[in-house]
């Protein structure tokens, strides 16, 4: 039971930490971002 208890906080807390994204331009500029909301479209 404990080791599903701690399994579960893990997985819970993972997915916050890989939250940030970073975004290169063409012209090899860095931006930090953070995906808010997401919609199902195809970007070209």
Do not use: G, H, R
């Amino acid at each position: 039971m404990k080791k599903l208890t701690l399994l579960s906080l893990f997985l819970c807390f993972s997915s916050c930490l890989f939250s940030q994204d970073i975004i290169i331009t063409k012209e090899n500029d860095t931006i930090k971002a953070k995906i808010l909301t997401e919609y199902d479209a195809v970007i070209n």
